[in-house]
């Protein structure tokens, strides 16, 4: 590889060839990354909504449910910042906020202003990402599927969804033009403390495996997922099979673990939900590999039912733990 070289054993993307450098270099290298990341942590967001799926066909229902999303979201981000030290990203589901037939965009400045005020008053520096939805059409497709990132500057990236599982989705949801454009002027991937951090927006996850893309320098994959529907129902509901096929197969393709969050909606939150895998049984096919064989354990796990629609279900992952010192890289793996 001429840009990057992946580190099969630690799941990392180190510039230039592992040949072009010396001994010392390697070592320090891998070290500076190692204390990068164990600065770090991701917190995930998993909603279980007794609502349907959002949104209502009323626009006051639309707008009382934003406003009550929004206090959800400020809620969580002080409670997740009170039970972690040093910086990180928290991440929501697709579609947390959802604008209706207006476009997705119009939101930016709400959301942008409330989420940059409550994050000035947290000294460590935290990012949060998050799915917007809207221009939904007569038939309920939404056309518009973004994810921003905001911290405590602003949004500081910006995507739009670019994978789609059927025709008639293509044919309606408005898509990138390829899987690295950003918007608005904000890029698609952001930096943090060092480590790149790429959004994907639901069936974006099924991406890289399934187009056989070439990972553009990330080292963690977001994926906002959008919802699932109880399994009696029309809808998107094989939890087991996005875990193993989206999470698993994107983390295998391009050797990074991948964080998820979704929407869980009139159904409980199912125990084979993951929302960290990190893949590592390269002797098999992601799709031959058990879910467990590949998740990652959270350092803390906390509960909110005091939630207007529901409960949250919040996972933090120290991003540390995934270079466990036993696994450094070898000076026999330059070669």
Known sequence: MSDWQHSAKQGLLI???????????LHFMIKERQEFQKKLWIATVTLQTVNDKFPDSSPQKNATQIKDRMAALLRIISKISSESQGDGVILFP?????????PADFLFPFIEGKIKRNLKKIPAHIVVCLGIDGSMDEEGYDVDQLAIAVDKAGIIATCRKFHVLTKTERERVHLSPDYLHGYFGKPRIFSLNGVRFYPAICYDTYGPQQWNLVNPGADVILSHVHYFVPNNEIGPKGVVDFVRKGFAGASAKWRCPVFGAAIFVRRQIPKSWRTGINFRTYSKSYLDSKIDENSLMPVKTLSDSNLIEGLVLIQIFDLGDLIPEKQKLSIEDKS
């Open 94 to 102: 697709g579609g947390w906020f959802h604008n209706g037939r207006e």
């Open 15 to 25: 510039p230039y060839s592992i040949s072009d450098l010396s001994d010392n270099s």
